[in-house]
């Protein structure tokens, strides 16, 4: 049915009205279901918490099946469990555990997405490429591969390599820009050795930063990757003493924690979760925080602060 301008001036009642808008195919701004705004952020993304044990030994079994030429990437992605969702932790990031076995490659690719790693287990002679240069990837590196770098993986050592991923897909899938392809090699040819590469944050250097910060608050201490690290994502290094605790209020960002290192429990929001090395924690907006550590612990934020302060909607949230 094609509905005209002389079909609208013909309504007669308020049903035929909406009839007519039905059979447009244009929905009234001022009869919905739900409105389309409302008074304070909300999400139905919750917290939720990852073991690092558990998702290893999936690697492990996966291992045994699922080879790099079967899979672009052998990595588990940490969906937050909300109906409609299997991809997203929060709702711009994704974190997913990755393994490389000792003496395979992952092929070198690239994509519009912004991506980094936490390592968690490696050994000697293990490798990220990105753009031609061999970042080597020590337990507690951060690595960055920005949008649009190439990067594959090499482990030339004796032992699996172990990492967690971080990448902005989701908000790359909400904005519609996602582009991607592969290297026109299987893996991209790197003779150099870059351990003071820009794209890596070395555990040591990490620690010595810390060191020499002073305290946020009691046992706290706490500093940023790069200035932010990678356009749409921070990320922040929390070194905590062991009993030390703090808190965080409420705002617009939302945040994966990984533990670096270390022990102990978090509340955010209404969930309680304890935690330890390579575990991951979902924090959506709107999450008030608490995290106490039962050791020295090393924890790392990764959030979508740079996306939101670039368009005004970085905010504290009140108390409900």
């Not at 990678?230 to 617009?252: K, N």
Request: hydrophobic content about 40%; overall charge negative.
């Amino acid at each position: 049915m094609t509905v005209t301008a002389a079909d609208f001036d013909k309504a007669a009642s308020m049903q035929e009205l909406y009839g007519l808008l039905e059979a447009s195919g244009i929905q009234n701004g001022w009869n919905k279901p739900e409105p389309s705004l409302w008074p304070l952020p909300s999400t139905p993304f919750r917290p939720i918490h990852f073991s690092y044990g558990p998702g290893k030994a999936a690697l492990d079994a996966a291992g045994r099946f699922v080879n790099t030429e079967l899979a672009e990437r052998r990595n588990l992605i940490l969906p937050n469990p909300v109906p409609g969702n299997n991809y997203a932790t929060v709702p711009t990031l994704v974190a997913a555990y990755q393994m490389v076995k000792a003496g395979e490659v992952a092929r070198s690719h690239r994509h519009t997405a912004n991506a980094l790693r936490l390592v968690l287990d490696t050994k000697p002679d293990a490798y990220t490429i990105v753009d031609g240069q061999k970042i080597p990837m020590e337990p507690g590196d951060v690595l960055l591969t920005p949008n649009w770098s190439w990067h594959g993986h090499a482990n030339e050592g004796a032992g699996d390599a172990y990492w967690m991923d971080f990448l902005d897909v989701p908000t790359v899938h909400l904005l519609g820009p996602m582009f991607f392809e592969h290297h026109p090699d299987e893996i991209e040819h790197a003779d150099v050795v870059a351990p003071d590469s820009p794209a890596r944050f070395a555990w040591r250097a990490t620690q010595e930063r810390l060191a020499a910060a002073h305290d946020v608050s009691p046992g706290r201490r706490e500093i940023e990757l790069g200035e932010p690290a990678l356009a749409t994502i921070a990320l922040h290094v929390t070194r905590l003493e062991a009993g030390a605790s703090f808190t965080q209020s409420p705002d617009t960002s939302s945040a994966i924690w990984a533990v670096m290192q270390g022990e102990g429990e978090a509340q955010i929001g209404e969930a309680r979760f304890k935690w330890s090395r390579g575990d991951a924690m979902a924090a959506p907006l709107g999450c008030g925080q608490t995290w106490r550590a039962s050791q020295e612990s090393y924890l790392l934020r990764v959030s979508d602060r740079p996306l939101l302060e670039k368009l005004n909607w970085l905010r504290a949230i009140p108390a409900r």
